[in-house]
C-alpha cells in the first residue's frame, strides 16, 4: 500500500472529513493530566486524549488492559513471546512497537530500557481509575520512546467521604481463575485504597502454565490546595514458556510446545511519592519514585540449558509548575518542569558454551516547558520543548571485559493548534520533534553506541462532537533519522544499526454514535503505510519496502446494547490486514495472514452483584499476530493464538 502523495498533500493543510471517537463505550470525562503533566480539562487542550474509565473497562470484552486498547484506532498487539505481555505498537512501528510506544503508570514510566514489553499484566485491572491515550509524540514532556504515542495508566484513588469494597471472581477455559479485590476508606483529609489480584491460567499451550500476584496500595493526605501521597505496587510471575511453532506445527499440532522445560520469573516494586499544592493561582507539584524488577529465565538453546538473571533498578525526581496569567489581554498556562532519573542494569547469562555477565547505566537530566494560549475564543495554541542530556554507559564483563560511553544531547518540541469554526467542530494539527535513546540490549556487544533516533512528526485532523455522535479523523507523518532497529541483512548474523532515512505515515477514523437510549455503537479504520526511504544492506536494496510486521489497515467495530435496567449485551470484532513477517525487510517473503476475531460479553446486575459471560474468539479463528521468516527465507515460526474461550465472572460491592 502507498500513498505517500496524498498524504503530502494533505499534511501540507488539507482537512480530511472523517469521523471518529475517543471512546469506544462511554463518553470522556472532562479531566486529563497526560497532556501536560497536570489535571487540565480536556476542551482546553489544542491536543486530544482518548480516555478509558473503569466502567468502560467493566462493560468490554477484553480480558486484559493490552487487548482493551486495541480497541483504539492505530494500536495494534502482538504476542511475540508467549507470554501475558502483549507488544503494544501505536502507529506502526513493527517489532520496535514498545519501544516507540511511552506507557506510563500515574505518570510514571513503566516502558524499560530492554527489548522488552512493559509489565502491564503487572496492574491489577480493578486498581485502574482511567488509562489515557494520546496518539503521536510525548516527548517534550515524557522524553524518549514516545514517537508513536503515550499511555498513563492511573490508578484507583480515594475520595472524600468513601467508604466500598469490592469482590472479584472469575473461571474459564484452559483452567483459568482470576480473584480481585479492592477496598477504600476515606475521610475528608485522609483516604486510603487497597487492591490486589491473582490470576492463574494454563492457558492454550502446552507448557504455558502462568500464575500472576499484584498490589496497589495509595494512600492520600491533605485536600486539593495542598496533598501528599504515596502509592505502592508490587508483582510477581510465574510462566512456562512454550516457544514458536513451525508452520507445519500450527497445522499438526498447534497447541504442542516446542520448548517443553522452558519457565520464567518475574517479581518488582514501585513506589510514588507525590506532593503538590495550590500557591495563589499557580500549582506545584512533585513525585519522587522507584522502581524495581528482577527476572530469571531458564530456556533450552540449541540442547544446552541456559540461564538468564536480569535486575533493573530505576529512580525518578520530578519537579513541575503550573502557573496561568494573561498576556496582552489573552488568557495563557506557562507549565515547567525537570526531570532527574537514574537506570541500572545488571544482566548474568549462563549457557556452558557462552557466558556474558553486563552491567549498563544511563542518566538523564532533563527541563522542560509548555505554553497553552488562548488567541480566541475559539482559537488555541500549544508551543513546547525539552532539552535533555543523556549518560550512557555499558560494561562487558563476560565474555571479555569491554566499557563503552557515550553522551547524547536529545531534543524535543512541539507546536498544536485548534480552531473550533463550529458548534462542535474543530479542525487541529500538530508538528514536532521526538527521539528514541538505544535500549540496553541494542547497545550490546557495540564497539561503539547507537546514535538517538530522532522523528520529525506531523498531525491534521478535524474531530466533531454532539450530544450523541463523536467524529474525529487524522493524517500523519513522521519520518525518522538513524531509526534503532534489528536488521538481519547486516553482517553475518544480523545486528542493531542506525537505519538509513524511513517514514510512517497513516489514516485514523473513528467514530462513536449513540443510537438510542440503550444502544452504543462504535468503529474505527487505521491505514498505515511504514516503509524503509533508503538504504542497502548486505547487498539488498530496501528502498520503498515495507517495514515488517505493520499491519497496511484494521479495523474494529463493536458497541453495547442495554437490553433491560439490568442486562447488558457488548460487542466486540477486530480485523488485521496483512502484514510482512518478522525478518523480511527484504519484501521477498509471503505475508502474514488477515484475520478476524468476535468477542461477546452478557453481563446482568443484580442488587450489589454483577454478573457477566464472555466468549472470546466466537467464531473460533486460528490465527497468530507474530510470526518471523526463517533465515534461508524458506518457512516462518509463530506463537498460535487462542481458539474460543469461554470466561465466567461474579463481582460484589460492598458499600
Known amino acids: 500500500m502507498r500513498f505517500a502523495k496524498g498524504f503530502a498533500a494533505m499534511l501540507s493543510g488539507t482537512a480530511c472529513a472523517a469521523f471518529a471517537a475517543d471512546l469506544p463505550v462511554t463518553y470522556a470525562p472532562p479531566v486529563v493530566v497526560t497532556a501536560t503533566r497536570f489535571e487540565e480539562s480536556q476542551h482546553k487542550l489544542p491536543v486530544g486524549v482518548a480516555v478509558v474509565t473503569a466502567e468502560d473497562i467493566r462493560r468490554s470484552t477484553a480480558p486484559s488492559l493490552a487487548e482493551l486498547l486495541s480497541q483504539f484506532a492505530g494500536i495494534h498487539i502482538r504476542d511475540n513471546t508467549g507470554g501475558p505481555d502483549r507488544q503494544i505498537d501505536m502507529r506502526g512501528f513493527g517489532v520496535t512497537g514498545d519501544q516507540n510506544t511511552l506507557v506510563l503508570i500515574n505518570g510514571q514510566r513503566l516502558s524499560e530500557i530492554e527489548l522488552i514489553s512493559p509489565s502491564l499484566s503487572s496492574i491489577p485491572l480493578n486498581a485502574i481509575e482511567r488509562i489515557e491515550i494520546m496518539r503521536g509524540s510525548g516527548s517534550v514532556l515524557y522524553g524518549g520512546g514516545a514517537t508513536g504515542g503515550t499511555i498513563n495508566i492511573i490508578t484507583r484513588a480515594p475520595r472524600a467521604g ?199 547505566t544511563q542518566r538523564n537530566r532533563v527541563v522542560y516547558l509548555q505554553d497553552n494560549l488562548q488567541l480566541t475564543d475559539d482559537l488555541r495554541l500549544m508551543a513546547g520543548a525539552r532539552l535533555q542530556r543523556t549518560e550512557n554507559n555499558v560494561t562487558e564483563l563476560l565474555p571479555a571485559p569491554t566499557s563503552v560511553e557515550k553522551d547524547d544531547s536529545p531534543r524535543a518540541y512541539e507546536l498544536a493548534l485548534r480552531y473550533r469554526f463550529a458548534r462542535g467542530t474543530a479542525l487541529f494539527g500538530k508538528l514536532g520533534r521526538s527521539f528514541r535513546i538505544a535500549t540496553v540490549d541494542e547497545n550490546r556487544f557495540q564497539p561503539t553506541l547507537l546514535e538517538p533516533q530522532t522523528s520529525q512528526d506531523r498531525e491534521i485532523g478535524v474531530d466533531f462532537e454532539s450530544e450523541r455522535l463523536r467524529l474525529r479523523a487524522a493524517v500523519f507523518q513522521m519520518r525518522l533519522e538513524n531509526e534503532i532497529y534489528f536488521s538481519p541483512l547486516f553482517g553475518p548474523f544480523g545486528a542493531n544499526i542506525n537505519l538509513s532515512p524511513t517514514r510512517r505515515q497513516g489514516l485514523e477514523l473513528d467514530t462513536q454514535w449513540a443510537l438510542a437510549k440503550s444502544v452504543n ?45 439490568r442486562t447488558d449485551l457488548s460487542l466486540f470484532a477486530r480485523y488485521v490486514g496483512p502484514q510482512r513477517f518478522d525478518n523480511d525487510q527484504s519484501n521477498t ?32 479463528r486460528k490465527y497468530f499476530s507474530y510470526g518471523i521468516r526463517n533465515a534461508a527465507g524458506t518457512d516462518f515460526n509463530a506463537y498460535p493464538a487462542a481458539e474460543r474461550t469461554v470466561f465466567l465472572s461474579a463481582q460484589y460491592r460492598f458499600q
Open 589 to 620: 517473503f509471503m505475508t502474514m495472514p488477515t484475520y478476524t476475531t468476535v468477542d461477546i460479553k452478557l453481563g446482568h446486575r443484580a442488587g450489589g452483584w454483577q454478573l457477566a459471560a464472555t466468549l472470546l474468539n466466537l467464531t473460533n
Open 521 to 565: 455503537l462504535f468503529a474505527n479504520l487505521a491505514l498505515i503505510d511504514a516503509e524503509f526511504r533508503s538504504g542497502v544492506y548486505g547487498g539488498v536494496d530496501v528502498s520503498g519496502n515495507e517495514v515488517p510486521l505493520v499491519p497496511s489497515r484494521t479495523l474494529a467495530v463493536g458497541g453495547s446494547w442495554r437490553a433491560t435496567e
Open 162 to 360: 468513601e467508604k466500598s469494597v469490592l469482590l472479584f471472581a472469575g473461571g474459564g477455559s484452559y483452567g483459568t481463575s482470576d480473584l480481585r479485590g479492592t477496598g477504600v476508606i476515606a475521610g475528608e483529609r485522609v483516604g486510603l485504597a487497597v487492591s490486589a489480584s491473582q490470576l492463574e491460567s494454563d492457558n492454550y499451550r502446552d507448557n504455558n502454565h502462568l500464575r500472576q500476584r499484584n498490589a496497589e496500595v495509595d494512600a492520600r493526605f491533605g485536600d486539593s490546595a495542598h496533598f501528599f501521597s504515596i502509592k505502592l505496587g508490587g508483582d510477581d510471575q510465574d510462566l512456562r514458556n512454550p516457544g514458536v511453532r513451525t508452520s507445519t506445527q500450527l497445522v499438526t499440532d498447534r497447541r504442542g510446545a516446542t520448548t517443553p522445560n522452558d519457565f520464567s520469573s518475574r517479581s518488582g516494586a514501585r513506589v510514588n511519592l507525590g506532593s503538590g499544592g495550590r500557591f495563589g493561582d499557580n500549582e506545584l507539584a512533585v513525585n519522587l519514585t522507584y522502581r524495581d524488577r528482577e527476572a530469571k529465565s531458564t530456556q533450552s538453546f540449541f540442547g544446552a540449558v541456559t540461564n538468564l538473571t536480569t535486575q533493573v533498578d530505576t529512580w525518578t525526581l520530578s519537579p513541575r509548575l503550573r502557573m496561568p496569567f494573561t498576556v496582552g489581554g489573552l488568557p495563557n498556562t506557562l507549565v515547567v518542569g525537570a526531570d532527574v532519573d537514574g537506570w541500572d542494569y545488571d544482566s548474568l547469562f549462563l549457557g556452558g558454551f557462552f557466558n556474558s555477565h553486563a552491567l549498563a
